[in-house]
């Protein structure tokens, strides 16, 4: 049973939706006690998580059980917002003898899996390990609705997507996977980006959108339209050698950033303050960048913390870059690491971050839209996990139908099944496979 299970998983594709797409069969053939569902949707203004769990409760549960089943694990642990109360109604009346509900408080990065475990479970994932170090397994909500499908046979076609921001009516659309970043704007009613610019994400960990013809993947779930003079625009452009020379010139050393760094508060020995001192002396400093490592690049540092706008986590960032360069990894869990004492009222709350942040005027309700959507054209990444790029099993000129196989993990790698998100023509490339709808069908 437990085999079918992770075999099923791996046939459709699965991979973690909400962040860097590692595939779920792999994941859940780990033994854990618990399996804990995240359900904290911190990032502002991202509004998929709380309506599927609201709408789709009962699939939610059902990809839980057969994680739980996969795991054998004993536990189920379902950790959402109290503010999302159709959400908490739902799932109280769908989840099984073995599941409950833990409430969450409105802070960021509720999300996070280190702090989730510890807030969910009140375990410490140690610094540069994974939460099943202590006995965790942690999925995402749309995860387990795509695992519970993956249950009655369906594949990983589509993903829910957020677009919100500088729109006329802020949407959460189910898009196949493989539509392009401008048309799924143009399907949100986005009609002229003119001096805007786009995240894709959320506002504190999003990336901003080179190309606009860049697809949709499995991981995609928001789209944020925000001013291009806007601050949290204004910091994603700015090179990091500017960012560098602000810090030398700027940086008081009052730690807030450490102080209010999530990891920093749960015993990681990160402290973003002595890394900003630090880059100015980069020689003989490794030692000290190397805390880069354990950052998680949430962002509270230089959009909430620093009252000078620096920007200790894009620096993080750079730095974590060269040193996977060098093939560096972060290192151990310092020595008796234990959660700070402050950490229960450092907590930032999502209002605060909101409105310090300019993101006032968009926190806007984005309703959930099922209905199919009518995309003629989609181009599937051959590589959107963790692992190995899919090998092509479709041939240029071969039809497909939505749901097909086409492309599958290669022999002995880690990675994803790739599925037909519409029915057409494919045509393979180096890197991907475009599927063409015939004139009139909509790709249905
Ligand atoms: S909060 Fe800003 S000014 Fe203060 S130590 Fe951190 S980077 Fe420097
Ligand atoms: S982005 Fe800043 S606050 Fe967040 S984990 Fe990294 S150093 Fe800490």
């Given at each position: 049973?437990?085999?079918?299970?992770i075999?099923?998983?791996?046939e459709?594709?699965?991979?973690?939706?909400?962040?860097?797409?590692?595939?779920?069969?792999?994941?859940?053939?780990?033994?854990?006690d618990?399996?804990?569902?995240?359900?904290?949707?911190?990032?502002?203004?991202?509004?998929?998580?709380?309506?599927l769990?609201?709408?789709?409760?009962?699939?939610?549960?059902?990809?839980?059980?057969?994680?739980?089943e996969?795991?054998?694990a004993a536990?189920?642990?379902?950790?959402?917002?109290?503010?999302?109360?159709?959400?908490?109604?739902?799932?109280?009346?769908?989840?099984?003898?073995?599941?409950r509900l833990?409430?969450?408080?409105?802070?960021?990065?509720a999300?996070?899996?280190?702090?989730?475990?510890h807030?969910?479970?009140?375990?410490?994932?140690?610094?540069?390990?994974?939460?099943?170090?202590v006995?965790?397994?942690?999925?995402?909500?749309?995860?387990?609705?795509n695992?519970?499908?993956?249950?009655?046979?369906?594949?990983?076609?589509?993903?829910?997507?957020t677009?919100?921001?500088?729109?006329?009516?802020?949407?959460?659309?189910?898009?196949?996977?493989?539509t392009?970043?401008?048309?799924?704007?143009?399907?949100?009613?986005?009609?002229?980006?003119?001096?805007?610019?786009?995240?894709?994400?959320?506002?504190?960990m999003?990336?901003?959108?080179?190309?606009?013809?860049?697809p949709?993947?499995?991981?995609?779930?928001?789209?944020?339209?925000?001013?291009?003079?806007?601050?949290?625009?204004?910091?994603?452009?700015?090179?990091?050698?500017a960012l560098?020379?602000?810090?030398?010139?700027?940086?008081?050393?009052?730690?807030y950033?450490?102080?209010?760094?999530?990891?920093?508060?749960?015993?990681?020995s990160?402290?973003?303050?002595?890394?900003?001192?630090?880059?100015?002396?980069i020689?003989?400093q490794?030692?000290?960048?190397?805390?880069?490592?354990?950052?998680?690049?949430?962002?509270?540092?230089?959009?909430?913390?620093?009252?000078?706008?620096?920007?200790?986590?894009?620096?993080?960032?750079?730095?974590k870059q060269?040193?996977?360069q060098?093939?560096?990894?972060?290192g151990?869990?310092?020595a008796?690491?234990?959660?700070?004492?402050?950490?229960?009222?450092r907590?930032?709350?999502?209002?605060?971050?909101?409105?310090?942040?300019g993101?006032?005027g968009?926190?806007?309700?984005?309703?959930?839209?099922?209905?199919?959507?009518?995309?003629?054209?989609?181009e599937?990444?051959?590589?959107?996990?963790i692992?190995?790029p899919?090998?092509?099993?479709?041939?240029?000129?071969?039809?497909?139908?939505?749901?097909?196989l086409?492309?599958?993990?290669?022999?002995?790698?880690?990675?994803?099944?790739?599925?037909?998100?519409?029915?057409?023509?494919?045509?393979?490339?180096?890197?991907?496979?475009?599927?063409?709808a015939?004139?009139?069908?909509?790709?249905?």
């Amino acid at each position: 049973m437990r085999d079918q299970v992770i075999g099923k998983i791996r046939e459709a594709g699965v991979v973690g939706a909400g962040g860097a797409g590692f595939p779920t069969h792999v994941k859940v053939a780990a033994a854990a006690d618990t399996v804990i569902v995240n359900g904290a949707e911190c990032e502002p203004l991202l509004r998929v998580d709380q309506q599927l769990m609201e709408f789709a409760a009962a699939r939610i549960v059902a990809g839980l059980a057969a994680v739980m089943e996969a795991t054998g694990a004993a536990e189920g642990v379902i950790a959402l917002k109290g503010k999302h109360k159709g959400a908490i109604a739902a799932l109280e009346a769908a989840a099984g003898k073995n599941m409950r509900l833990v409430i969450l408080g409105d802070f960021y990065p509720a999300g996070d899996e280190h702090v989730l475990v510890h807030e969910a479970v009140g375990r410490l994932v140690p610094q540069g390990a994974i939460p099943l170090s202590v006995g965790c397994v942690v999925s995402n909500v749309e995860t387990l609705l795509n695992a519970a499908a993956a249950q009655d046979g369906g594949a990983v076609t589509h993903s829910y997507v957020t677009v919100t921001g500088e729109v006329a009516q802020p949407v959460t659309l189910r898009l196949p996977i493989g539509t392009t970043v401008a048309a799924a704007l143009a399907l949100a009613g986005v009609e002229r980006l003119e001096g805007l610019s786009v995240l894709d994400g959320g506002p504190m960990m999003g990336r901003l959108v080179a190309d606009l013809g860049q697809p949709i993947t499995k991981t995609t779930k928001g789209l944020v339209v925000l001013p291009a003079g806007h601050q949290i625009i204004r910091r994603r452009t700015m090179p990091v050698e500017a960012l560098l020379k602000q810090a030398h010139a700027a940086c008081i050393q009052c730690r807030y950033c450490t102080d209010l760094c999530p990891r920093y508060l749960l015993g990681h020995s990160l402290e973003p303050h002595k890394i900003m001192r630090g880059v100015k002396h980069i020689r003989g400093q490794e030692a000290l960048l190397k805390m880069a490592l354990a950052c998680s690049e949430c962002g509270v540092c230089e959009q909430y913390a620093c009252p000078l706008g620096l920007s200790p986590r894009t620096i993080n960032a750079a730095l974590k870059q060269a040193l996977a360069q060098q093939g560096l990894k972060a290192g151990a869990a310092p020595a008796g690491q234990c959660c700070s004492r402050t950490q229960a009222y450092r907590k930032i709350p999502v209002k605060r971050l909101i409105t310090r942040t300019g993101l006032g005027g968009y926190d806007r309700p984005a309703p959930l839209d099922s209905r199919p959507l009518a995309v003629k054209r989609v181009e599937l990444l051959l590589k959107q996990h963790i692992g190995a790029p899919s090998q092509p099993v479709v041939a240029s000129g071969q039809r497909v139908r939505q749901g097909d196989l086409v492309a599958r993990i290669p022999d002995g790698a880690l990675g994803a099944n790739l599925h037909a998100s519409i029915a057409g023509v494919a045509t393979v490339a180096a890197d991907r496979i475009v599927i063409t709808a015939p004139e009139g069908s909509g790709g249905r």
